[in-house]
């Protein structure tokens, strides 16, 4: 259940646009659909945050400092969720990392967001 494979993350300028996807290669079927999935990032010198979350109803849920601006989705058929993240400023650079929202025994390598200021 532990293969996540995160991409999508590089650099941009402030105002700019990304889109990440993470493919939970090794989690079956029937535990990636009920689940609710989300987002986490983690900037140098801080602690992961949840940055957004989706039920398996479609149902989002986001970090303050994103509503308004990212946008988080999935693909049940693909295994595969994303996150549409719009009008980036300086802040948002961080490594950005998907999982369950209730089981973190496995993490990915992520994919690094740098935003310059």
């Not at 535990?31 to 940055?51: C, D, H, I």
């Not at 595969?80 to 990915?108: K, P, R």
Request: charged share 20%; aromatic share 10%; proline share 3%.
């Amino acid at each position: 259940q532990g293969r996540r494979v995160e991409s999508g993350g590089g650099l941009v300028q402030s105002g700019g646009s990304l889109r990440l996807s993470c493919r939970f290669a090794t989690t079956i079927t029937s535990v990636f659909n009920p689940s609710t999935l989300a987002w986490y990032r983690q900037a140098p010198g801080k602690e992961r945050e949840l940055v957004a979350s989706i039920a398996s109803d479609g149902n989002t849920d986001y970090a303050d400092s994103v509503k308004g601006r990212f946008t988080m989705s999935r693909n049940n058929a693909r295994k595969t969720v994303y996150l549409q993240m719009n009008d980036l400023i300086h802040e948002d650079s961080a490594v950005y990392y998907c999982n369950f929202l209730t089981d973190h025994t496995y993490w990915g390598q992520g994919t690094q967001v740098t935003v310059s200021p």
